[in-house]
């Protein structure tokens, strides 16, 4: 078993000295001192307070994640000259190397037949675009996103799409959150956080399940190491035993540095992958037994509390233990834990979104947060970790297949139109569509569909068989080259947030929404995102009773986006006012659910039902050295694994395979296979692996969660086969 190494600390100041380094001093200072929200996370740094500040104006210290977004934009320009090579020399780069070909700095071509892509001019490929969007039948095309695009180009993307004639609109948070939005719908009739900065810094416990902050939101880290330092508590649920999560040693504090890092966990709980259900629902078990519930919350603020707690009551002790693999006096000290606080905040990430019962994850949580009270008021509360730093904006101006009702009605009466009324397709229901032969054209504005989709080879198809895909990126990624050879494809090179030519805003995972100024010239060829839809709209719907071309400017996309939604009232204002706001109606510091009857739910689920197909569950998850897709480094300095191609397993299980660390196997599922991956032993339960995404995509079904349409990425079934 290696030995658990403290994350952050020395180690990553050397590694932001060397990006900063590789990028050039004064080119990095500009781009991480400039008033734009990070790039990374979504937990919203940076906006008007100036680059490395949170929400309440601190200035904790320099993220590496910062920097390692920063470095893949300030990159130079892609030469022209290797648009000569084929499209089969690109699909021959890794993920990290077609990166770190630099920015792209003028559209390419590639037509149906061809095997290259060329060089065109803009009016071109405008022209291209409009010609072939406009020979599409609507129905048969769909409009993705991914989430860092600005809330600007994400509302003219899908008033496009809709005044085009299809509701075919998604981001990627289909393969993210989408499971926390429905259940919070469900539950508390809202889908974001209940909670802002400010009451992190008021919790004395708070709960991180399923997620990995040190990789992934490391500005978390320092709220739970404060957590810690003033007498609270967090506990750490997830069936890896996180390095990061046990120590961490944070950059800012020479004390924490010394002594090797300083504790996060305080109780850190390991259920098998894909059983948290039966540990909350054991959690609840033990409150109730101590008759710690919160009666007089739950008779006035909630409803169908009796039906949770009779079932909860029918569920035996065995059962829970069983299912989950913790054992009962480790539950018990758990809500013991739990017992004894006053404000308790839950956080989560994808380790509760990808399963097939992704919805009833979160249910639970949210049942095991109301079991005492713990939403609605101040300090408490339940926090989804958001993935891309505006996924959440992208998804509340409306870049999703259903609007509601009243948001249709104000955009049909605003702008004198009206939108299709077919029902929209979710991501996954479009690429099967693809799959299908029934998708003519896709507008695909950021991210990098084919990585994360699961089961590539499925994805490859299904891209492939798209007759026109028009990107609009900033670098290129294997998305770009994987399925690129039966169809059209145009490639469009944007402005990054900070070089966009007017400000624009971003909505952070704590509601609050940011204003990024923009503004740094670094290429000629490039265009803002608003700009571009707005000039396709312009040519496509030359009959609309208004110009189109008004959306490539941002103060008029903000006043309307306020006309649509009025909880968004502010951003007619912020680029003056340079105010930045938490969005109406979100934090529950009271408890006024937006319910119909004004109280939170309690949902009852039963335990997922049991797989013996294979013997194995595999979870697919990020490394330290990526963003997504992006790679910026083969080797996880958290993990120690030393390249991505491993597979992280009990050390039990290694022994009864007959193989040794360092030695190889075969990954196998329904869906593909995983040739000679190299064995990790890490502390995970007997009976589950851990593997990198998106290379473990090979790996992943395309099945979804009814509830969310959310693929199953971290509970894949799978066999090993030890003698490859
Ligand atoms: N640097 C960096 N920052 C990022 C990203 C990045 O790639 N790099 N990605 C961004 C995006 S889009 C997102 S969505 C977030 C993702 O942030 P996270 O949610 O932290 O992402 P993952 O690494 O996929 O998985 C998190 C954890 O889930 C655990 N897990 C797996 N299965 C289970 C389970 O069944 N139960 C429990 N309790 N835990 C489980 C894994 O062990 C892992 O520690 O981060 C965002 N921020
Ligand atoms: N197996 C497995 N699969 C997964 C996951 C998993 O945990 N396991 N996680 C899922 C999750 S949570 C998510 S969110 C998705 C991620 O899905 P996506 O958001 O679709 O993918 P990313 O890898 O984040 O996209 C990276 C690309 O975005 C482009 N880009 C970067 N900056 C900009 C910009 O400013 N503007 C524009 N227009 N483009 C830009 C670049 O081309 C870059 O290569 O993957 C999902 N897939
Ligand atoms: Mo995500």
Same mark, same amino acid.
């Given at each position: 078993?290696?030995?658990?190494?403290?994350?952050?600390?020395?180690?990553?100041?050397?590694?932001?000295?060397?990006?900063?380094?590789?990028?050039?001093?004064?080119?990095?200072?500009?781009?991480?001192?400039?008033?734009?929200?990070?790039?990374?996370?979504?937990?919203?740094?940076?906006?008007?307070?100036?680059?490395?500040?949170?929400?309440?104006?601190?200035?904790?210290?320099?993220?590496?994640?910062?920097?390692?977004?920063?470095?893949?934009?300030?990159?130079d320009e892609i030469p022209v000259e290797v648009f000569d090579h084929p499209t089969s020399d690109f699909r021959d780069l890794t993920p990290r190397e077609t990166e770190r070909l630099?920015?792209?700095?003028?559209?390419?071509?590639?037509?149906?037949?061809?095997?290259?892509?060329?060089?065109?001019?803009?009016?071109?490929?405008?022209?291209?675009?409009?010609?072939?969007?406009?020979?599409?039948?609507?129905?048969?095309?769909?409009?993705?996103?991914?989430?860092?695009?600005?809330?600007?180009?994400?509302?003219?993307?899908?008033?496009?799409?809709?005044?085009?004639?299809?509701?075919?609109?998604?981001?990627?948070s289909y393969y993210c959150h989408q499971a926390t939005g429905v259940a919070l719908g469900s539950t508390i009739g809202t889908g974001t956080s209940t909670v802002e900065l400010a009451?992190?810094?008021?919790?004395?416990?708070?709960?991180?399940?399923?997620?990995?902050?040190?990789?992934?939101?490391?500005?978390?880290?320092?709220?739970?190491?404060?957590?810690?330092?003033?007498?609270?508590?967090?506990?750490?649920?997830?069936?890896?035993?996180?390095?990061?999560?046990?120590?961490?040693?944070?950059?800012?504090? /020479?004390?924490?540095?010394? @002594?090797?890092?300083?504790? $996060?966990?305080?109780?850190? %709980?390991? !259920?098998?992958?894909? =059983? &948290?259900?039966?540990?909350?629902?054991?959690?609840?078990?033990?409150?109730?037994?101590?008759?710690?519930?919160?009666?007089?919350?739950?008779?006035?603020?909630?409803?169908?509390?009796?039906?949770?707690?009779?079932?909860?009551?029918?569920?035996?002790?065995?059962?829970?233990?069983?299912?989950?693999?913790?054992?009962?006096?480790?539950?018990?000290?758990?809500?013991?834990?739990?017992?004894?606080?006053?404000?308790?905040?839950?956080?989560?990430?994808?380790?509760?979104?990808?399963?097939?019962?992704?919805?009833?994850?979160?249910?639970?949580?949210?049942?095991?947060?109301?079991?005492?009270?713990?939403?609605?008021?101040?300090?408490?509360?339940?926090? /989804?970790?958001?993935?891309? @730093?505006?996924?959440?904006? $992208?998804?509340?101006?409306? %870049?999703? !297949?259903?609007?509601? =009702? &009243?948001?249709?009605?104000?955009?049909?009466?605003?702008?004198?139109?009206?939108?299709?009324?077919?029902?929209?397709?979710?991501?996954?229901?479009?690429?099967?569509?693809?799959?299908?032969?029934?998708?003519?054209?896709?507008?695909?504005?950021?991210?990098?569909?084919?990585?994360?989709?699961?089961?590539?080879?499925?994805?490859?198809?299904?891209?492939?068989?798209?007759?026109?895909?028009?990107?609009?990126?900033?670098?290129?990624?294997?998305?770009?080259?994987?399925?690129?050879?039966?169809?059209?494809?145009?490639?469009?090179?944007?402005?990054?947030?900070?070089?966009?030519?007017?400000?624009?805003?971003?909505?952070?995972?704590?509601?609050?929404?940011?204003?990024?100024?923009?503004?740094?010239?670094?290429?000629?060829?490039?265009?803002?995102?608003?700009?571009?839809?707005?000039?396709?709209?312009?040519?496509?719907?030359?009959?609309?009773?208004?110009?189109?071309?008004?959306?490539?400017?941002?103060?008029?996309?903000?006043?309307?986006?306020?006309?649509?939604?009025?909880?968004?009232?502010?951003?007619?204002?912020?680029?003056?006012?340079?105010?930045?706001?938490?969005?109406?109606?979100?934090?529950?510091?009271?408890?006024?659910?937006?319910?119909?009857?004004?109280?939170?739910?309690?949902?009852?689920?039963?335990?997922?039902?049991?797989?013996?197909?294979?013997?194995?569950?595999?979870?697919?998850?990020?490394?330290?050295?990526?963003?997504?897709?992006?790679?910026?480094?083969?080797?996880?300095?958290?993990?120690?694994?030393?390249?991505?191609?491993?597979?992280?397993?009990?050390?039990?299980?290694?022994?009864?395979?007959?193989?040794?660390?360092?030695?190889?196997?075969?990954?196998?599922?329904?869906?593909?296979?995983?040739?000679?991956?190299?064995?990790?032993?890490?502390?995970?339960?007997?009976?589950?692996?851990?593997?990198?995404?998106?290379?473990?995509?090979?790996?992943?079904?395309?099945?979804?969660?009814?509830?969310?349409?959310?693929?199953?990425?971290?509970?894949?079934?799978?066999?090993?086969?030890?003698?490859?």
């Open positions: 078993m290696p030995v658990a190494q403290a994350g952050g600390g020395a180690k990553k100041i050397l590694y932001t000295l060397a990006t900063v380094n590789r990028i050039g001093v004064a080119k990095a200072a500009k781009a991480l001192t400039a008033h734009n929200t990070c790039k990374a996370c979504a937990l919203g740094m940076g906006g008007q307070k100036g680059g490395m500040t949170n929400e309440l104006g601190e200035f904790p210290a320099v993220c590496n994640k910062s920097v390692q977004a920063q470095s893949t934009d300030i990159q630099g920015r792209l700095g003028f559209p390419v071509l590639k037509r149906k037949g061809e095997d290259r892509f060329s060089r065109i001019s803009w009016d071109d490929a405008m022209a291209f675009a409009a010609e072939r969007f406009q020979a599409t039948d609507p129905s048969r095309s769909f409009f993705y996103s991914s989430g860092r695009s600005s809330n600007e180009a994400g509302f003219v993307l899908q008033l496009l799409a809709r005044l085009y004639g299809t509701n075919n609109v998604n981001n990627c009451d992190l810094t008021r919790a004395d416990l708070i709960f991180v399940i399923g997620a990995n902050p040190s990789s992934n939101h490391p500005r978390f880290i320092h709220q739970l190491r404060a957590c810690r330092e003033r007498g609270g508590e967090v506990i750490v649920i997830n069936p890896a035993k996180e390095p990061g999560l046990q120590k961490f040693a944070l950059p800012k504090s /020479p004390k924490s540095l010394l @002594s090797g890092g300083s504790d $996060i966990a305080s109780l850190y %709980v390991q !259920p098998k992958i894909g =059983e &948290d259900m039966a540990l909350f629902k054991g959690i609840a078990k033990a409150v109730l037994e101590q008759k710690g519930e919160a009666q007089d919350f739950l008779t006035h603020q909630t409803e169908g509390a009796e039906h949770y707690i009779a079932a909860i009551k029918a569920l035996s002790w065995d059962e829970i233990t069983r299912r989950c693999g913790v054992a009962q006096p480790e539950i018990e000290k758990l809500a013991g834990l739990y017992l004894a606080s006053e404000n308790a905040v839950f956080a989560w990430g994808m380790g509760m979104t990808h399963h097939l019962h992704g919805v009833q994850n979160i249910e639970e949580i949210a049942a095991l947060a109301l079991l005492r009270g713990m939403i609605g008021r101040p300090g408490a509360g339940l926090l /989804p970790l958001r993935g891309h @730093s505006n996924v959440q904006g $992208i998804g509340t101006i409306g %870049v999703k !297949p259903v609007l509601a =009702e &009243d948001v249709v009605q104000r955009i049909e009466a605003r702008f004198g139109v009206s939108l299709p009324e077919e029902t929209g397709m979710d991501t996954m229901a479009c690429m099967q569509a693809a799959h299908a032969g029934e998708m003519e054209a896709a507008l695909i504005m950021g991210g990098n569909l084919y990585a994360a989709n699961p089961n590539s080879e499925f994805a490859r198809e299904a891209l492939d068989r798209i007759g026109f895909k028009l990107f609009l990126t900033t670098t290129l990624n294997q998305g770009h080259f994987q399925g690129c050879e039966a169809g059209d494809v145009l490639i469009l090179p944007v402005t990054a947030r900070d070089e966009e030519w007017e400000p624009t805003t971003q909505e952070s995972m704590f509601n609050y929404v940011r204003l990024s100024d923009g503004g740094i010239k670094r290429f000629d060829g490039v265009r803002p995102e608003s700009r571009i839809l707005s000039d396709l709209g312009q040519r496509i719907l030359p009959d609309l009773p208004f110009d189109f071309e008004a959306f490539g400017r941002h103060a008029s996309v903000r006043k309307a986006i306020a006309e649509v939604l009025p909880e968004l009232d502010e951003l007619k204002e912020i680029e003056v006012a340079k105010r930045e706001f938490h969005i109406k109606g979100r934090l529950l510091h009271k408890p006024d659910f937006k319910t119909t009857s004004g109280k939170a739910r309690f949902q009852v689920n039963s335990l997922p039902p049991v797989s013996s197909d294979r013997p194995f569950t595999l979870a697919t998850l990020r490394s330290e050295g990526q963003f997504n897709s992006i790679i910026y480094e083969e080797k996880d300095s958290y993990r120690g694994t030393p390249h991505r191609w491993v597979v992280m397993m009990n050390a039990e299980d290694i022994e009864r395979l007959g193989k040794q660390e360092g030695e190889t196997v075969d990954l196998v599922s329904e869906a593909g296979r995983m040739e000679a991956v190299e064995i990790y032993a890490f502390d995970v339960p007997e009976g589950n692996l851990l593997a990198y995404y998106p290379e473990a995509n090979v790996l992943t079904a395309t099945e979804v969660d009814p509830r969310s349409k959310t693929p199953a990425f971290k509970s894949v079934k799978v066999s090993v086969d030890t003698t490859a």
